[in-house]
Structure formats: C-alpha cells, structure tokens
C-alpha cells in the first residue's frame, strides 16, 4: 500500500480556513491528508507549534494565512513570514527537510488553490517518505517547556544570523 | 489535565451531506472510548431543535461539562451551539467543534479515509475542549453612527432608512452627484416607471434629513478599531479630513460597466452606430433616438451578454440586461413604430416578479428574436453601399443554425456589469474579501446574505454581485435593519478571546509592544511590565507567538489547548502512531 503522509494544517480564521470552507461548499474535492488546526492569525503560529506536529508524528506542515497586505490583522502575516525564514533554519538545525514546512497565502476566495495546495503536498510528502526524526527531538515531544526553550534559543540564534 | 471532565460528544449526520462519506457510527464508537467523555451520539440534524435540546438536555440530566460537536463549519453553527450550552446554563466557551462537513465530507469521496479524517479531527476537539476555560463575553459600547459608503440607489436607502429611525450618518460619496448609475438610465424595467422619479424622491428624503449628512467628492482613506467602535477618516476633495467615530460600516459601492472595445469584433470604437446601453439610455432621457450623423435609424440590433456569461470575460450572468433589453426594444417600438428591432440573445433571462409577463408583452410588438452561441459574440462590419442600412450583423444563428446577416443603423451593445476597479483597495481598508470576479463576499450566501467576514461591516447592492433595483433595495433595507437592531442595544458584546500578559513571567523586554498591529499593548515604565488593553485587543496572538518569556496567553487559543489539538490529530493516524 503506498505511503499516506499526515499533513498537519495551521489557517487563519478569516482567509485560509474560510477558503478551506468554501473549497467544501463548492466541493472542490482534494486529497484527505491534511488535519487542520484553526488560529486567528498565521501569526499566531508559534514555531513551536510546528516542532511539536514533527514530533508527534506529523509527516508535513502547512501554514496557510491571508496574502501579504490583506491579513485582516494589518500585518500578522508579514511577521509569518520573517518567522517562517528562521523556521526554515529551525527544521533543518532538527534534521527535517525543509519541503515538509510550508507557508502559503490562501484568501477567503481560493478554495480552489486550497484544494491544490493540499494535493501538491501530499504528492511531494509522499515521495520524500514518513518523517523520521531524531530520538532527541521525538523525546521533546511531550516536554511543552522543554521544546519551546529548545525553539526560543534555536530562534534567538538563527535570528542574529539573519539579522546580522 | 482535567480529571473532572465531563465530555458530551456529538456528531451530525447533516442529513446525509456527512453521513454519505463519514461512517458516523464508527466516529462515535471510537470517541466514546476516550478519557473523559461521558456520552457520545449520532444524530440526523444537530443544529435542529431536538438537536440543540438533545444537548441541553444531556448538560442538565449527565452533568456534562464540556461538549463537542462534529458537524458542519464553526463559522457556520458555533453560534448555535454556543446558545445550547448557555440555555443549559454552561458557559459557552466550553464548547469546541470538529469541521467534518465543509472540511471532510464534503471534498472527500473515499469513505474510509475520510472516517479516520473524521475521527481525528473530532478527537482533536476532545483533547482541547478538557482545556477550556469558562469566559465572560466582554461588553464594548456601539456608536450610533453609520457610515454608508457609496450614494447609489443602495446608498440612498441605507440612509434615507436609518437617518429616518433617527440615527446619524455619514454618506460619503465619491461623484459630485448622487444617484449612482441609475441616474444614467431611462426608464426601469418591467414596470417602466422613471429612474428620475425613483431617485429624485430618495434624494429629496436624503438632503431634508436633519441626521444625514452627506459628503460628496469624498473618499474614505483608512478605518481603525472594531464593531461599534470604529474611526473612520474621511477625505474630501477642496474640503476636510473628518475623523468619524462610527459603530458600523455599510459599503454600497456598486459596480461598473463592462469595457465593450475588449471584444474587438462588435467595433464597439470603431463604428460611431455601435452604442452601449448607457448611451442608449442618455440618448432616450434626451428625447433624442437617433443615430450619430442624426438620422432616424429604421433598423436597430440589440447584442445581449456583451461580457457576461463568456469564459473569456465574465463567466456570470449581469441579471438586468436582458430585461433592459427587452426595455429599449418597448421604448424604440414605442418612439419608431415602422423600425425593425432585432434581439441577439443567448438565453432569455427575465426572471422576477413581473418578468415573464414583461417579455411576453414586449415580444408581441414584432421583435425578431435571434440566439448566438455563448462565447461566439457576433461580428459587426460596415454595409456595402448598395444596402438600406449602416452596418450588418452577422450571427451564427443557433436555432436555424444558419449564418445570418442583420441589418442595422444602430447596434446597442448590453454591456454587463463588473466589480469596480479599486473594490481591492475598499476590500482592504474596511477589512472585506472579495471573490474571484472582485465581488464583495458575504458572511453566508442564505443566511447571512448583507453582513461580512469583519463585525460591523455590512455589504448592499451591486458591490456584492450583479442585480436590479428590487434587489438593491432590498439588500439595503435589510443591511439598515442589522445596524438599527445593535444600535438599539447600544452595546456590543465582544468575543472574550483576547491576548493577557502575566506580570510575573513578562520580563520588559518590550519585544510585543511595537509589534501589535493594534497598539494594545501599553509599557509600564515603573513595574517595567507590559499590560493588553483587551478592548483594543483583536486576538491574533501575533505577541503570544513572539514573546520570548512565553509570558503572553491567547485566552482561548492558548498553547496548551493547541499542543493538546496538534497531539488529537495525529494520535490515531501518524505513521508513528501505531
Ligand atoms: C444599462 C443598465 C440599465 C439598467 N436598468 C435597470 C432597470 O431598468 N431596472 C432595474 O431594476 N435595474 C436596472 N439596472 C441595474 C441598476 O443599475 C442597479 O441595480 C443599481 O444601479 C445598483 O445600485 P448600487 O447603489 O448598488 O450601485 P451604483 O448605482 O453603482 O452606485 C454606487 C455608488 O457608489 C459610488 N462609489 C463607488 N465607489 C466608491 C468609493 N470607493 N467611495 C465613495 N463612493 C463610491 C459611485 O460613485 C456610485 O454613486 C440597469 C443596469 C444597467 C447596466
Ligand atoms: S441578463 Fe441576459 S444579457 Fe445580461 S448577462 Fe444575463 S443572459 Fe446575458
Ligand atoms: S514580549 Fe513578553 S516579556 Fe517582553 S514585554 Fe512583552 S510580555 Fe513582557
Ligand atoms: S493578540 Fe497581541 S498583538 Fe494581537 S491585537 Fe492582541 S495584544 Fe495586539
Ligand atoms: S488573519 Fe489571515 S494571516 Fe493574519
């Protein structure tokens, strides 16, 4: 039996997850991979949100917020995004390949995109094969406080590099 | 961990919108097994009657205390479901939901898939619902004035209606003039009463109104704040920059005119006797049916669906140019008896009230009916010189299915409608979306058909899709009706989520006070502590991710309660899992 990848989802609530819908009430079908996970705003997701999917199984990470310039919240999604960048550093820094991350923009309006996004990664997911990781990082899986200080220091760093 | 949790957990059959794809059966049996959760059904339609009472019923008779329901999207039904855990008296955050339906059934056809889809997602509610914590809704004040962008006839209403109620607004209007572009049009169909008529009496209401202020050559540049509470800045073109507290926002921006020189070969530009509908209709408000060199045409075709219903253009219906078709072919046959009048349709679209009863009138005046394929617009040349009129049509006739040559001395073109060029930047600065065509996006196409993904503000008109007069008004009262009923109350209750800082954890690092983008966040330079104004707050936890003392809590979407949901989806499903 082929390879079927668990794509945990975080959307937005006012572009991303109403897209989502609206790929439902338009019956848009796609393929049944992605568990997904409301936020207000993309850029309420917290890095260690997507270390913590990885280690509890995930095989991939979508992160799905509003285009740069209509975040209902003025500009969450632009900080999405520069955390994102170092996010990116993060996973490879815990020996995850970096396509299992993404961050795209879906509008309330692009169920269809949607509907593609979660086809396109599932296809990608299950080439690149489940996701092993680390005994280090799986051990962190069920320390909240453990892994958010192992993200907070991995971020602080990887910040100045980028900032520098 | 919640050891007292009592879980009540229910999943819809939707009918069979879920239970088709979703083996209901299977999802309860599964959920009822885990910690927790104290009763699990099935049942055909949750959001029913017996459905909410089925609840009620178990939180009072279990005592239950905290409940999830699998069912349809919780931006459709949370609200329904919130009331049922209220009237059992349980606080209504205690409740979660699982998007089976919108999310699950309804975009997946492999059953067992979509089951363990399901059941993950359920049990993802289960772990975070153990997390919830009761909250009070937070009151806000609700300013009694409206803003009411745009002064078509959507506009008018919108403020004639609540300026009438007593309550003050602001009409900002772009043009010079108000009227919108019904003051373009002649006659209005079916029941040919006068746009002038129409719009002179709105206007005359409008301008004699103490609590209507109207601000023409004005544009609105920016709106702050939340539902109720908004600032709004206003400029005027030579005049002021108003700011405006108001409660609510009703965007009546209406649409604009298809662009007839996109399909090259109507010669739309080329060809001075080729015409659109609007200037059609200048030409009979003056009196003046005529062709460009000032002739009496004998021979007049009428091109319907010019940028409608065409995949290259607009792949929707305009919904009024077949009627104002049959309009102008009444008004010329009334003006010229002796002209020959000739329809080139695709369908005969005359729907509503007094429609059909309206075509059957105007067809028995000796309109010649012609029908063209969709997407095969017809082809407009020059007549030879030995021809009695200006130009010839040529139509691939669809039921004859021959290629006829029309003759005309003037070619009206039904331009449809389209959203309007800078809907983006209006979408933007009240916090709307827009669709694929560029048309405003209600909150719910049935139930909640003139209000927005933003509290507050509202839609009417033609900005939200194509549609006639009736229709306009009718999406404008209602839109009135929704800001009267909250300016009664006076007040607003404000959803209790909002970010907190813990004094003790928050270190003054100052890192989230420039990074929210609602200003909320205030610095205490003598506790060197930041605090959240929580009315200012809008939740989207942007500090919460960013603060490196984790000393920020998102009140209900804490880390704690999405860790427990991240855990729920793959619990069950993770290549790791087993
Ligand atoms: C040729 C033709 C004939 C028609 N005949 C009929 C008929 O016989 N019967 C019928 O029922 N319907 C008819 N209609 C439909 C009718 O025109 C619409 O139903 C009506 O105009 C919709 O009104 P509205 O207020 O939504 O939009 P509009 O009339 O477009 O008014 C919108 C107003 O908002 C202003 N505005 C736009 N953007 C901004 C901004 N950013 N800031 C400030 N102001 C802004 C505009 O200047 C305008 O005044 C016809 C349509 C066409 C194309
Ligand atoms: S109303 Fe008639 S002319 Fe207008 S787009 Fe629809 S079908 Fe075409
Ligand atoms: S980011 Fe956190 S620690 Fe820094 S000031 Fe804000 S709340 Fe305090
Ligand atoms: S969650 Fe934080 S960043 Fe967002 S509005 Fe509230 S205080 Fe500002
Ligand atoms: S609200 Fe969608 S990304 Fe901010």
């Given amino acids: 039996m082929e390879f079927e990848p668990i794509i945990v989802g975080f959307l937005c609530n006012w572009c991303s997850y109403t897209g989502a819908d609206l790929a439902g009430t338009a019956r848009i079908k796609h393929r049944p991979n992605l568990r997904t996970i409301r936020v207000m705003c993309s850029g309420r997701v917290d890095p260690t949100f997507v270390l913590k999917a990885f280690a509890a199984g995930a095989d991939g990470v979508l992160v799905c917020g509003c285009h740069p310039g209509d975040c209902h919240y003025i500009e969450g999604n632009y900080k999405t995004m520069r955390r994102m960048e170092l996010l990116g550093q993060l996973v490879r820094a815990y020996g995850i390949d970096e396509r299992r991350v993404r961050l795209e923009w879906v509008s309330a309006s692009e169920g269809e995109r949607f509907a593609r996004l979660v086809d396109e990664m599932t296809l990608e997911l299950r080439q690149l094969g489940p996701c092993k990781l680390r005994p280090t990082v799986a051990a962190l899986a069920n320390d909240f406080d453990g892994l958010s200080r192992a993200v907070t220091a991995q971020v602080a760093a990887s910040g100045e590099v980028t900032h520098g | ?578």
């Fill in chain 2, 1 to 578: 961990m919640k050891d007292d949790c009592r879980i009540g957990f229910y999943i819809c059959n939707c009918g069979t919108n879920i239970a088709k794809v979703v083996d209901a059966e299977q999802v309860c049996e599964r959920i009822a097994g885990l910690p927790g959760v104290a009763c699990a059904r099935a049942y055909k339609y949750m959001c029913s009657n017996p459905g909410q009472e089925m609840i009620t019923r178990d939180i009072r008779e279990r005592g239950l205390n905290r409940v999830v329901v699998a069912a349809c999207s919780p931006r459709m039904h949370e609200p329904t479901f919130r009331k049922a855990l209220e009237a059992a008296g349980l606080n209504p955050y205690l409740l979660e939901m699982a998007n089976i339906r919108e999310q699950c059934s309804w975009v997946h056809d492999d059953p067992r898939a979509a089951t363990a889809k399901a059941c993950d997602l359920a049990h993802a509610a289960v772990r975070r619902v153990r997390y919830h914590q009761p909250l009070e809704k937070v009151e806000a004040s609700y300013a009694p004035a409206t803003l009411v962008l745009g002064g078509g006839i959507a506009g008018l209403t919108v403020a004639v209606e609540l300026a009438e109620a007593s309550q003050p607004v602001y009409l900002v209007e772009r043009e010079g003039k108000l009227g919108g572009n019904v003051g373009r049009a002649d006659l209005t169909a079916p029941y040919l009463d006068s746009a002038r008529d129409i719009l002179a009496e709105k206007i005359a209401r409008a301008e004699a109104s103490p609590k209507l202020d109207i601000l023409l050559r004005s544009e609105l540049v920016e709106l702050r704040g939340f539902v109720g509470n908004f600032r709004a800045t206003v400029r005027t073109t030579g005049g002021p920059t108003r700011d405006l507290a108001v409660g609510a926002v009703v965007v009546c921006t209406g649409y604009q005119e298809f662009d007839a020189t996109r399909i090259e070969r109507l010669g739309y530009g080329r060809f001075p006797d080729v015409i659109t509908s609007f200037e059609l209709e200048r030409r009979l408000r003056m009196g003046r049916l005529e062709t460009d060199d000032g002739r009496i045409p004998r021979y007049v075709s009428i091109v319907h669906c010019v940028g409608s219903r065409n995949p290259r253009y607009h792949p929707y219906c305009s919904r009024v140019c077949c009627m104002t078709a049959l309009k102008y072919g009444h008004e010329i046959k009334s003006a010229l008896p002796a002209a020959m009048v000739t329809d080139l349709y695709v369908d005969m679209l005359s729907f509503g009230k007094g429609g059909e009863d309206f075509y059957r009138r105007t067809s028995e005046l000796k309109t010649m009916f012609l029908m063209y394929e969709k997407g095969d617009p017809p082809r407009v040349r020059a007549a030879e010189p030995g021809d009695d009129c200006g130009l010839l049509v040529q139509v691939n006739e669809r039921l004859s299915g021959e290629v006829i040559d029309v003759p005309a001395d003037l070619v009206v073109l039904m331009v449809g409608m389209e959203a309007r060029a800078d809907g983006g930047d209006v979408a933007r600065t009240v916090g709307i979306s827009q669709d694929r065509q560029g048309w405003f996006i209600e909150s719910h196409p049935k139930l909640a058909p003139v209000s927005t993904a933003t509290e507050g503000v509202y839609i009417a008109g033609c900005c939200q899709s194509p549609k006639d007069i009736p229709d306009s008004v009718a999406q404008a009262r209602a839109a009135a009706a929704m800001v009267l009923a909250h300016v009664a109350q006076g007040k607003i209750e404000v959803d209790a989520r909002f970010a907190e800082i813990d004094p003790d954890r928050c270190s003054g690092c100052r890192m989230c006070n420039e990074l929210c983008p609602y200003t909320a966040i205030t610095f205490d330079p003598d506790e060197r502590r930041s605090s959240v104004q929580s009315a200012l707050c809008k939740a989207c936890g942007t500090c919460v991710a960013a603060c490196p003392s984790g000393a920020i809590t998102a009140r209900h979407f804490t880390d704690k309660q999405i860790f427990e949901q991240i855990e729920g989806v793959l619990a069950w499903s993770s290549s790791r899992s087993s």
